[in-house]
């Protein structure tokens, strides 16, 4: 099975090629015990990983309300998926690997993909589930599941996360991003089956609502996963040695270039221990140097970079060891989410992120009192860190605030418990 090679007779306008050539991986879908709930992730591998947390996050806390939920993630995922986990998407959300959508031709196929992709996988004969859950749901996808589950009479309904609209990584056109967004919002004002949409950011709902959706319909709960640190009694550093990590650098948006450079060009804080994980090779591109390059002002400044996936449990014992998280992220940051943010608001880390961008919109909103990244650059970030490390000790503290001023937020963990639990309750009991 050779996802990009789908993907390239979907972006010739091939939808039945591209559908047949599925057949082998969504079989895998079928054969399971009928349950209340299906999650549909396309991304999901079953390994580690933000997209892992957030089904792990959704289906303990439903299964813990007495619902049964079967999840189904990209095919060929590792072998040791638990058993209620199904390894049968053939392609991802999205169609980097072939380039970009330029005409309505090309998404109206992966409209049409998604549509009989997903009634495939929630039909599967007489085990249809009575709701539907797409927590990251793109414009590739969003109007085809709802098409699907509009023509599946037992499906009762649908949630719906949104993490990201315009701009999108794999189409430069805002119309045809909108489109499909309007097209969907068409599909649920006629509809009479139930659903709520999750927006990542007030931008990313504030664009739904301009393309159709109902106010009510639409919500702010960026990434829920992050709540699996409250309660915790968590480290807080009082140390004179500070600890800061960077561990979103193995992806273009986030801008691991930008921080190679810093390392080359400027000399660390002697009371500054590092961690990073940076995908060397993608560094190199962005930033011109050579890896001997970064690898030497990496070893001069005594960072640590990991070149290996990071297990969850390791993860999150990297997460709850730092001080402060540097996040130099690009401008694609003033519309969506980060999972990384959030896991340090709620983990008591002290983040540095860009001024524009949403992650320090809510973070000002939560009494946040770091410096924001001003400048992404090399000298940015510098500047941003010698300010924080002027204040490490009121910023620890304040780091505490913010921590539990986001659990109680109107978007926050406890306010997302609610409101699942409440629609599946009413889908499902019909209370």
């Not at 089904?55 to 007495?66: D, F, I, R, W």
């Not at 193995?250 to 930008?258: F, L, Y």
């Not at 524009?356 to 770091?370: N, P």
Request: contains cysteine.
């Amino acid at each position: 099975m050779n996802s990009k090679v789908i993907i390239d007779e979907l972006m010739k306008g091939n939808e039945n090629t591209a559908f047949e050539m599925s057949r082998k991986a969504l079989l895998l879908a079928y054969d399971r015990e009928k349950k209340d709930i299906i999650y549909v992730e396309p991304r999901m591998t079953g390994g580690s990983g933000h997209f892992e947390r957030l089904a792990v996050c959704y289906t303990s806390l439903l299964e813990k309300y007495g619902y049964s939920v079967e999840v189904v993630g990209a095919y060929q995922a590792r072998s040791t998926l638990p058993s209620n986990w199904k390894s049968a998407i053939p392609i991802p959300d999205h169609c980097l690997s072939s380039g970009k959508i330029v005409s309505e031709v090309q998404s109206l196929a992966f409209r049409n993909y998604w549509k009989r992709t997903t009634d495939y996988i929630l039909a599967c004969s007489e085990q249809t589930p009575r709701l539907a859950l797409f927590p990251t749901s793109r414009y590739l996808t969003i109007a085809g599941t709802l098409h699907a589950i509009e023509d599946l009479r037992d499906v009762k309904g649908g949630i719906f996360g949104v993490m990201e609209t315009f701009p999108a990584p794999d189409c430069d056109n805002p119309e045809i991003v909108k489109s499909e967004f309007s097209h969907a919002a068409s599909i649920v004002a006629q509809s009479s089956k139930s659903y709520i949409f999750l927006a990542e950011s007030p931008q990313i709902r504030k664009f739904l609502i301009q393309c159709g959706f109902d106010h009510g319909s639409v919500t702010v709960h960026p990434y829920p996963a992050s709540s699996r640190f409250s309660g915790r009694n968590l480290p807080h550093q009082t140390t004179e040695r500070v600890r800061i990590g960077c561990i979103g650098g193995s992806r273009s948006v986030q801008n691991p270039g930008i921080l190679a450079r810093y390392f080359t060009e400027y000399q660390q804080f002697s009371n500054v221990q590092w961690i990073t994980k940076l995908n060397l090779d993608l560094a190199c591109t962005q930033s011109g140097l050579n890896k001997d390059e970064i690898l030497c002002g990496l070893k001069s400044n005594g960072v640590q970079n990991i070149s290996q996936r990071l297990d969850d449990v390791t993860y999150d014992e990297i997460m709850t060891s730092l001080d402060i998280m540097i996040m130099p992220y690009a401008d694609r940051y003033r519309t969506i989410g980060s999972g990384i943010f959030l896991e340090c608001i709620s983990a008591g880390v002290i983040p540095l992120v860009p001024m524009e961008s949403t992650m320090r919109r809510l973070y000002e909103d939560l009494g946040g009192l770091a410096p924001a990244i001003q400048d992404i650059s090399p000298n940015g970030i510098h500047q941003s860190i010698t300010e924080a490390l002027d204040s490490i000790s009121s910023l620890r503290g304040n780091a505490i605030c913010v921590q539990e001023n986001w659990l109680n937020h109107e978007n926050g963990a406890l306010a997302w418990e609610k409101l699942i639990t409440g629609f599946a309750t009413t889908v499902l009991k019909g209370d």
